[in-house]
């Protein structure tokens, strides 16, 4: 069975770091299926893809970006690059925030 892994990231600014936990993995189905896409053409595709965004004062994502990658799956880290940004976040307090989040994918088999 296909997991992933989301634990809790970094915030820097205004974010609630549970806040932003929350609707992170509100998305778990979102960025489980980009990566089960790829599971079934490459078993045991495994790795971390960290990303990095800024949450803008109206709790949308701006700039995000990968700042560790060991998964070398250019449709994998593309899906969940898009998933992110199209995740709503609870408006920062004073401004904006930056988060750097690991996701970790294990194939389970």
């Known amino acids: 069975v296909p997991v992933i892994v989301i634990n809790d990231g970094e915030s820097r600014g205004g974010c ?15 960025l489980r299926a980009c990566y089960e896409m790829q599971l079934l053409s490459k078993p045991g595709l495994h ?3 960290e990303v990095q965004w800024t949450i803008d ?9 990968m700042v ?3 998964m070398h799956n250019h ?5 969940v ?4 940004g ?5 408006a920062p307090d004073g ?4 988060i750097q989040w690991p996701f970790v994918f294990v194939s389970g088999g």
């Open 68 to 70: 560790a990658n060991t």
């Open 86 to 90: 199209r995740i709503r976040f609870k």
């Open 16 to 30: 609630d770091r549970g806040e932003v936990a929350k609707s992170v993995k509100r998305r778990a189905s979102a």
């Open 81 to 84: 690059m898009r998933t992110i």
């Open 57 to 65: 004062p109206a709790g949308r994502v701006r700039g995000q970006k």
């Open 95 to 98: 401004g904006v925030c930056v």
């Open 75 to 79: 449709a994998v880290t593309d899906c």
């Open 47 to 49: 790795g971390k893809v």
